[in-house]
């Protein structure tokens, strides 16, 4: 909590504004920002200067899992988080890949489960990560990456968080994540909450011990409409101490993940915050 707080107050105090093309609008903006999160010991980060709705996170996260491409299956998971990017871009609306409503085209979760190659085949990146892992092989390049420039134009938008390396030493799983872009008020806390929850499904599922999960953002930002919420409502604010996030142990496989699994298997417990602030999103 400390260190979003931190980053908070750096952007606020020595960002620099820049015109956002997509949006239309300025962001306060600094450059580089490196966050870690202790899932060993259970320090879930969860935002407490307001309310924090995890399990909208975690489902878009097990939406990724699955290899889901409709707004509508993450929904049915919990989470409503693709429905403005599937239906309200106007450049995807236009799009000639666009198979429908709800449609999000090759992204995310598509590219992690099912990698195009040019021989026609496809890459399973996540199994072939899981199947390593569980066997106790870290090659050094146990790498899910959703980034590929080469299908940019068949999605409705390209990865922020794009790339999730994991690392063994001994019996214990780390995981470094990196992001391009990142929404401070709004996406920092999904954020911040699906980078924990993946390496902590992941330590389990592999039968691992769960280390640091570290976090590595580029470009971090606040937007010009939510800046002064964040100056003059979040900040003031003393945070609460972290809460811990309970998985249900029966969760054991990757095939566990892409089936049964429910948000009902996710619990918080000691989750103490202040009241929500409803800050702008934008497209």
Known sequence: MKQYLALCQRIVEKGVWIENER???????????????????NQFPMITTRKSFYKSAIAELIGYLRGYDNAADFRKLGTKTWDANSNLNNAWLNNPYRKG???MGR??????????????????QLKKVVDDLSNGIDDRGEIVTFYNPGEFEM????????????SLLGDTLYLTSYQRSCDVPLGLNFNQVQVFALLALMAQITGKKAGMAYHK????HIYEDQLAL??????????????KLKINPKIKSLQDLET?????????????????????FSV
Not at 233 to 242: D, E, H, N, T, Y
Not at 267 to 275: A, I, L, R, S
């Open 23 to 41: 949006t239309g609008k300025r962001c306060l903006t600094v450059i580089n920002a490196d966050l870690e999160y202790d899932v060993g010991n």
């Open 101 to 103: 409503e709800d449609d």
């Open 107 to 124: 992204v995310y979760g598509i590219q992690g489960r099912s990698w195009a190659k040019p021989d026609g085949g496809f890459i399973d």
């Open 155 to 166: 999605g409705c938008l390209r990865p922020c968080m794009h790339t999730h390396t994991f």
């Open 217 to 220: 953002i580029v470009n971090a």
């Open 230 to 243: 964040m100056r003059d409502v979040q900040l003031p604010r003393l945070p609460f101490a972290s809460p």
């Open 260 to 280: 049964w699994v429910t948000m009902d298997d996710f619990e918080v417990e000691g989750y103490q915050c202040h009241d929500p602030i409803k800050y702008p």
